[in-house]
């Protein structure tokens, strides 16, 4: 039987288990803040950045890539509508006429081919996750990514050499390398980051996404047309180099937790020891299997989850066809207007990340209502585009803007669902991204199979607009269901009081005079377990 959220935790303020209580939690820790300007959790914080973009730019490369390897002409022959033809000509100041490539790929095989990565990227999330809590991450993260970058170099070989069945292989091998990159960072956010921070810097990492698709459609589109090698393989060779510099960089910088970091400075690491509430204690307990099983506020966001992926990955992997199938633009065009949604999903992603932050420490809003609030914004506002833009016909401009606007306001989802682990479960967040992230990303890969057999050299704005509406109902279906059923509390599973037992006297009077309000030990709030922390003296740990 599932748990719904008021079972799992007690809506009542004397018996349910808060995240944190920012403006009790100040008062307390303030001694303990560093004063730095750029502390070394900012630091790794932008390393995640770094990862993140790279790790969306060898994902997405790809979407840019086919469009150049594939030869249009030699697939249009014996097919019709081809190339929309219900749009006037006039007008078109960039149409695309007759860049073609080698290959003769069907619509329904470039779609199989842009779903490989994700079938080597999905089976690593579950086990990474699970390595992650018990091995540590950075390792997995930073050696996982390498791989990924090196293989880059051999897509090209690969495409020539090998066919579609080699470079399904090599795109497979990248997409193992990127396994952990998620499942990882969630765990080293959740090792690095003060509760009261992390709607911002979760933000902050997982807009790396967009940073990354702004970065790499544009410049994809150019190294295709321009480039050195022939164009489009010049696309692997430089995005693999920039990598593998990266993730060099990141295994020599980046350490595990605050505690394991040589060179950080003393009063941020007791901050940040402190503020997480010694959930890091030397007893690692053991994942919860079954009470995640029963949880239904974790069930709403992988529903989320997996809604997201499904039209991101939509729009993310087919977009730079649609817009030269139907809008018509050249490549170079292509690559630059393809990413202007994902340039305003990232500007709007830091901006409602800090009202997201604000919500909740003014003490007008709940983490729940915080959560579900934003979210909203985020997986309502593409889906709502997504339909408005199936129905602008050939006003290039008009679909554009309703694109951008929508894909803009998806940023939402990363102060939303997207950070939701965390708060239900800190020390078992990358876990429960590892779960979330692999059915999302099933559903994800699902996409670009769906529409290339939905268009099959068939890419009509009516077809198109099927794609459109599917991925539309996803995103608002799974919205609803994290809005009656999604949680922003810490789940009494993940509560140090049920497997942190303390001999000592001296701890007992602070957990004692800290649970007056009439709340059982065991639903101690999150600034509870801090307090107790500092007045109980209690040795600080990492996460």
């Known amino acids: 039987m599932l748990i719904s959220s008021e079972q799992c935790n007690n809506r009542s303020r004397g018996a349910h288990v808060l995240v944190w209580d ?7 820790f303030e001694d303990t803040k560093p004063q730095r300007c750029f502390s070394t959790r900012y630091f790794v914080t932008f390393m995640l950045f770094l990862g993140m973009a790279n790790a969306y730019v060898m994902r997405t490369n790809m979407s840019v890539a086919i469009v150049a390897m594939v ?41 199989y081919i842009l779903s490989s990565f994700f079938y080597g990227y999905v089976i690593t999330q579950i086990p990474f996750g699970i390595l992650a809590k018990k091995y540590g991450a950075m390792n997995f993260l930073g050696w996982g990514m390498l791989l990924n970058s090196v293989f880059a170099f051999l897509v090209p070989v690969a495409a020539y050499e090998g066919g579609v069945y080699g470079l399904c292989a090599i795109r497979f091998i990248q997409g193992l390398g990127e396994g952990p990159i998620v499942p990882c960072t969630h765990a080293l956010l959740a090792k690095w980051i003060p509760p009261n921070e992390r709607s911002r810097m979760g933000a902050a990492v997982y807009a790396g996404a967009q940073f990354g698709t702004i970065i790499s459609m544009p410049l994809s589109g150019l190294l295709a047309e ?41 009063r941020e690491k007791k901050y940040i020891n402190t503020s997480l509430w010694g959930t890091g204690d030397q007893k690692v307990p053991a994942i919860p299997f079954k009470s995640i099983a029963k949880c239904l506020p974790f069930y709403a966001i992988l529903l989320a989850h997996m809604g997201h992926n499904y039209g991101y990955e939509t729009l993310m992997t087919e977009l730079p066809t649609y817009m030269k199938q139907v809008l018509r633009f050249s490549l170079k065009a292509n690559g630059l207007l393809s990413s202007l949604p994902y340039l305003a999903m990232w500007l709007f992603s830091m901006f409602i990340s800090v009202i997201a932050d604000w919500m909740i420490t003014s003490n007008r809003f709940t983490h729940t209502s915080t959560r579900k609030i934003i979210n909203s914004i985020g997986q ?56 979330t992230n692999c059915l999302a990303n099933l559903a994800g890969l699902l996409a670009p199979i769906a529409a290339g057999n939905l268009i099959n050299n068939k890419p009509t704005m009516g077809q198109w607009q099927i794609v459109f509406f599917i991925a539309a109902f996803v995103y608002i279906f799974c919205a609803t269901f994290y809005n009656i059923f999604g949680s922003g509390e810490r789940q009494w599973w993940d509560n140090p009081a049920n497997d942190v037992k303390e001999p000592a006297a001296s701890v007992m009077p602070a957990t004692t005079t800290l649970t007056t309000n009439g709340a059982h030990p065991r639903f101690l709030t999150g600034v509870d377990n801090g307090l107790a922390a500092a007045t109980g003296n209690i040795r600080e740990t990492g996460q």
């Open 226 to 266: 321009y480039g050195f090698a022939g164009g489009w393989p010049s696309i692997f060779y430089v995005f693999g180099a920039v990598g593998t510099v990266w993730s060099i960089a990141f295994l020599w910088l980046v350490y595990e937790d605050p505690s394991s970091h040589p060179r950080i400075d003393e």
């Open 380 to 435: 309502y506002c593409p889906g709502i585009a997504l339909i408005l833009a199936s129905y602008t016909g050939c006003d290039r401009a008009l679909t554009l803007a309703i694109l951008t606007v929508g894909v803009g306001l998806n940023g939402g989802i990363y102060s939303g669902f997207k950070i939701n682990h965390l708060d239900l479960s800190p020390r078992f967040a990358g876990f429960l991204m590892a779960i």
């Open 22 to 28: 920012q403006s009790r939690l100040s008062d307390i």
């Open 71 to 111: 030869n249009h002409t030699a697939i249009s022959s014996g097919n019709e509508d081809v190339v929309d033809d219900e749009c006037p000509h006039q007008n078109l100041t960039v149409v695309e006429n007759g860049q073609d490539g080698s290959f003769a790929w069907s619509s329904s095989l470039q779609g």
